[in-house]
């Protein structure tokens, strides 16, 4: 199901079982698998076509520059064709050098070169309830954002993001396509324009929100402008 909360108000989801939760501090259940980078596997190589992509697309900057278009395109047929992302067969290909920067880069990152050595474990593909820790703090955003991508490529059933604004990518449209996130946003400017509407035409709950938000949500939900029942929507979000 798709479901997206806006606001300053408290981000915990309902989620269904079998859910991947990606959070800071997780409230654990009882039955839950928790995914901690320090201690668990990240390595999901090699890569089919789609994951490879999405993970390209993760850890390159998002600027539409040719070099990283190129170089996006370089990692995603390294990864499809490797076992680990310290051992790409690179070539001397300008192409190749840019995405050979990028995962140099990566590995720069102690929890990330240890993680990326170690196989993702199997109880991740059972079907059970995930936990995903990453504290920020801990970790650091930059390596968040990678092992969140890598791990949301790898799972097929609902993603729960309770920071959809700090994760969200472009091509996480892919999971509102496929009716499977529920998320959380402070603002919907944190979203890029496509991404933002789409996550429109979800389900939503604003609790918190601003006055500005609250007219584009007002708007999406058929009322009329200038009327009193705009007005009482705008009130009700915000609060």
Not at 56 to 80: C, E, H, I, Q, S
Request: hydrophobic share 40%; aromatic share 8%; net charge negative.
């Amino acid at each position: 199901m798709n479901f997206l909360k806006i606001g300053l108000a408290d981000k915990h989801f309902e989620y269904p079982k079998g859910s991947l939760v990606i959070t800071d501090e997780p409230i654990l259940k009882r039955g839950v698998k928790v995914y901690d980078p320090s201690k668990h596997g990240l390595n999901a190589l090699p890569m089919q076509y789609r994951e490879a992509r999405e993970f390209a697309a993760a850890v390159f900057p998002d600027k539409d520059l040719m070099t990283y278009r190129n170089g996006r395109r370089a990692l995603t047929r390294l990864v499809m064709d490797a076992d680990r992302l310290d051992g790409l067969n690179y070539t001397r290909d300008d192409d190749d050098q840019e995405a050979r920067g990028v995962v140099e880069d990566i590995l720069l990152s102690p929890l990330l070169r240890t993680a990326l050595r170690k196989t993702i474990p199997r109880w991740f593909y059972s079907g059970a309830t995930i936990i995903a820790r990453l504290n920020r703090k801990e970790i650091g955003e930059d390596d968040a954002r990678i092992i969140a991508s890598i791990l949301i490529a790898q799972f097929k059933g609902q993603i729960v993001l309770e920071d959809f604004g700090f994760y969200a990518r472009p091509f996480h449209t892919s999971l509102i396509r496929e009716d499977r996130i529920m998320a959380g946003v402070f603002t919907l400017s944190e979203l890029d324009e496509k991404l933002r509407q789409m996550c429109l035409l979800m389900e939503t709950e604003a609790v918190g929100c601003t006055y500005e938000d609250a007219q584009v949500l007002a708007k999406y939900e058929g009322h009329v402008p200038g009327t009193n029942a705009v007005n009482a929507f705008v009130t009700q979000a915000m609060d």
